[in-house]
């Protein structure tokens, strides 16, 4: 028997017998051990998060204008945001990470060496779940 069974007992008038104090056990160990289950998965997602994050360290990026927006908003849909945009392509010749928001990474392929492989890839999916 946990030892907030009984208060919660208590607290929903409940009277107190070996079964209800058991359904009441239960039902907090269940609630913990679900509450224990989203942690590890949302544990799980910031780990594969950082290893995305590990794995796109390698790409040049401009300078983000905020933390929460990224890159958004660096841009206008205008002539001074193309004129911009063009100025850090100048720079960065290849391949381009830009975020949108804090999460979402965005991987830019400028040079036709990069993007070849790419167009020319099959749809044919290769790893553990294609059939041959």
């Given at each position: 028997?946990?030892?907030v069974?009984?208060?919660?007992?208590r607290?929903l008038?409940?009277?107190?017998t070996?079964?209800?104090?058991?359904?009441?056990?239960?039902?907090?160990?269940s609630?913990l051990?679900?509450?224990?289950?989203?942690?590890?998965?949302?544990?799980?997602?910031?780990?594969?998060?950082?290893?995305?994050c590990?794995?796109?360290?390698?790409?040049p990026?401009?300078?983000?204008?905020?933390w929460?927006?990224?890159?958004?908003?660096?841009?206008l849909?205008?002539?001074?945001?193309l004129?911009?945009?063009?100025?850090?392509?100048?720079?960065?010749?290849?391949?381009?990470?830009v975020?949108?928001?804090?999460?979402?990474?965005l991987l830019?392929?400028?040079?036709?060496?990069?993007?070849?492989?790419?167009?020319?890839?099959?749809?044919?999916q290769?790893?553990?779940l294609?059939?041959?």
């Amino acid at each position: 028997m946990l030892p907030v069974a009984e208060p919660l007992l208590r607290l929903l008038g409940l009277e107190r017998t070996a079964f209800r104090l058991g359904a009441a056990s239960a039902l907090l160990l269940s609630l913990l051990f679900v509450f224990f289950r989203l942690l590890l998965r949302f544990l799980r997602l910031c780990w594969r998060f950082r290893v995305t994050c590990r794995r796109l360290r390698c790409f040049p990026q401009p300078p983000r204008r905020s933390w929460l927006l990224g890159h958004l908003g660096m841009y206008l849909p205008n002539e001074m945001g193309l004129q911009d945009e063009k100025k850090v392509l100048d720079n960065m010749h290849h391949v381009l990470l830009v975020w949108i928001g804090p999460i979402l990474p965005l991987l830019v392929l400028v040079h036709p060496d990069y993007i070849k492989p790419v167009v020319g890839a099959s749809g044919r999916q290769v790893g553990p779940l294609s059939d041959g």
